[in-house]
């Protein structure tokens, strides 16, 4: 059984830093793309970002470049996303997204997403 399981969401001050972790048991991430996104009750997803196998970075979405960034340790099993600069806005749920293949779509595993987690809360205060 493949359970994908995100971690390291936290309380807060506007300007700090989180570093997210999606940790994967039941499956090798050596073959597919992993991508983060956002989603809060009632709104549409946001795709924040996507990396290869490789370690290769599709570009970020425009809301979060410059600030997070996406890695991964396949030895681990383990995909992060550091974030810095955090803003008031960036509070949100966050998902990690296994892709059914090695390609990244923009900010997001290309063909389709084969899991995720149950996310994992982000809050950022003013």
């Known amino acids: 059984q493949v359970q994908v399981v995100e971690s390291g969401g936290d309380l807060v001050e506007a300007g700090g830093s989180l570093r997210l972790s999606c940790t994967v048991s039941?499956?090798?991430?050596?073959?597919?793309?992993v991508g983060w996104y956002r989603q809060a009750p009632g709104k549409e997803r946001e795709d924040i970002a996507c990396?290869?196998?490789?370690?290769?970075?599709?570009p970020y979405a425009e809301s979060v470049k410059g600030r997070f960034t996406i890695s991964r340790d396949n030895a681990e099993n383990t995909v992060y996303l550091q974030m810095n600069s955090l803003k008031p806005d960036d509070t949100n749920t966050y998902f990690c997204?296994?892709?059914?293949?090695?390609?990244?779509?923009?900010?997001?595993?290309?063909?389709?997403?084969?899991?995720w987690g149950q996310g994992t809360q982000v809050t950022v205060s003013s």
């Open positions: 997204a296994v892709g059914s293949s090695v390609q990244c779509i923009d900010q997001t595993p290309g063909n389709r997403v084969a899991y």
């Open positions: 990396i290869t196998p490789k370690g290769s970075v599709a």
């Open positions: 039941g499956l090798s991430l050596a073959g597919h793309a």
